[in-house]
Each structure stands twice: as C-alpha cells, then as structure tokens.
C-alpha cells in the first residue's frame, strides 16, 4: 500500500467547506482575496524561469502543471488558462468534486484527482505548485520529497505556507478564525514552518531555492506581495542546472 501525506482530519475539514470554496464572500473569502496578489507571483516567476514574455497570454503553453492541495481549483483554473495542460491534486474528494462541476462550467480541461501526492508514480510536470498545504500534511519531508520527484527537468516549483511567528499565531489564528475571517480550525501554528526549515527540506530533496518571498497584509491595501516573511512566504525551487 502506497504510503500518504495526508491527514484525514485536514482532508475532512477542508471538503466540508467545498460547496463554498467559489463563493468569494463564503468560507474562502480569504483566499479570493489573495489570489490576484499570488497570481501576479506565479507569472512573475514563470516569466523568469523560461524567458517568456510579461504580455503573453499564454506563458504556459505546452508546459504540464500541477497543482499539489488545489482545493476547488482556484489556481489550477488560471493555470489552464495561462495555457498549460493541469492536473489538481487534493486529499478530500468533495474539492474535487466541486473543482470538476466549476471547471466544466468554466469550459476548461483540467485533470482532477483525489490522493496524494505519493500516488502520482512517475508522473513529473513542469510546474509544480503548493500553496497554502505544507502546513496541513502530516509529513513536510516526505511531502517534499514527492513534489521533489514530480518535478521534471528543468521545471519550476513555487510554495507558499504561513512563517512561524508570534505575529502568524496572532493574525491568522486570533483574529482571523478568532472573528470568523477563516473557519475555525484550520490552522495548527505548531504546524507552521519557518523559511529556512522548508529551504532545507527542499534542498535535501536535490532542488535549488531561486527566490524566497514574502506575504504580507494591509488593512488598507489588503495583501501585497513583500521583503517581510513574517506573516506568509513563498519559496520558488527548480533542480540544479
């Protein structure tokens, strides 16, 4: 039996929330709100790993992508439309329930599945992204060591996770579930890992860090892109050239 990263009770939470996940002012409001910002991320490290151009529609086209957690398909929709050929991974089936019924709506072609990702064999693609799910697994190293083994040659590989910080603790779990902006129980902070834990997780998987970049948030601006890790990062890695 093939081994698995994921932990029932996070799969079980997070497909109880699946019928609201498109609902921008429902239970993922949060994440309707982050998306543009972390979007405009990805196609800036897209542009930059293969050269392609900033004004292009399609800087994907003819690259395989795939989304690690991809919950209802928030970012695996983009990605097709940036023109890759996409597969969404996530543990509870009633995301990816909800992430066929949008996609169909959408009229996008995306391969949905339910697992892990200890269950893609030898599959590799040339994008492979993780947001907001690290934290959520019951083992980062191995976990790692699996989008390690999907990553193709030359491929690119982005994640994001919150730090593990007093101001995370305060922010996402005080406030944020506190005052119902997140649901209740989402987040463990014993679960949060700092940059340089994921870097060398990466590393020991044989991949290079190109960028570490932070996440921060403002009450007037909202989310924006930032120097400070403090709150939220992302980690962008590709093999060694």
Not at 69 to 90: F, I, K, Q, Y
Not at 149 to 160: D, F, K, N, T
Request: with cysteine.
């Amino acid at each position: 039996m093939t081994q698995t990263t994921i932990d029932p009770n996070e799969a079980a939470h997070f497909g109880a929330l699946a019928a609201d996940w498109w609902n921008p002012k429902g239970s993922s409001a949060m994440l309707h709100r982050l998306n543009p910002v972390r979007l405009g991320y990805l196609r800036e490290r897209i542009d930059a790993h293969w050269g392609s151009d900033a004004a292009s529609f399609a800087p994907l086209d003819g690259k395989r992508a795939l989304d690690v957690g991809c919950g209802a398909g928030l970012l695996c929709e983009p990605l097709a439309r940036m023109g890759a050929t996409v597969t969404g991974l996530d543990a509870a089936p009633e995301n990816i329930a909800a992430a066929k019924a949008h996609a169909a709506q959408s009229g996008l072609s995306i391969d949905y599945r339910t697992g892990s990702v200890e269950d893609l064999g030898d599959a590799t693609f040339d994008l492979v992204t993780s947001l907001e799910v690290i934290e959520h697994v019951s083992d980062p190293v191995a976990f790692v060591r699996g989008l390690a083994r999907a990553l193709a040659p030359g491929g690119l590989m982005i994640l994001s996770t919150p730090n593990r910080t007093m101001l995370s603790r305060i922010a996402l779990i005080t406030i944020a579930e506190g005052f119902g902006q997140i649901p209740r129980g989402t987040h463990d902070w014993d679960q949060f890992l700092k940059p340089d834990d994921l870097r060398a997780m990466l590393t020991d998987a044989g991949l290079t860090i190109a960028d570490t970049r932070g996440l921060r948030f403002s009450p007037l601006r909202g989310f924006m892109m930032s120097d400070d890790v403090s709150l939220n990062y992302f980690v962008v890695a590709h093999h060694p050239a």
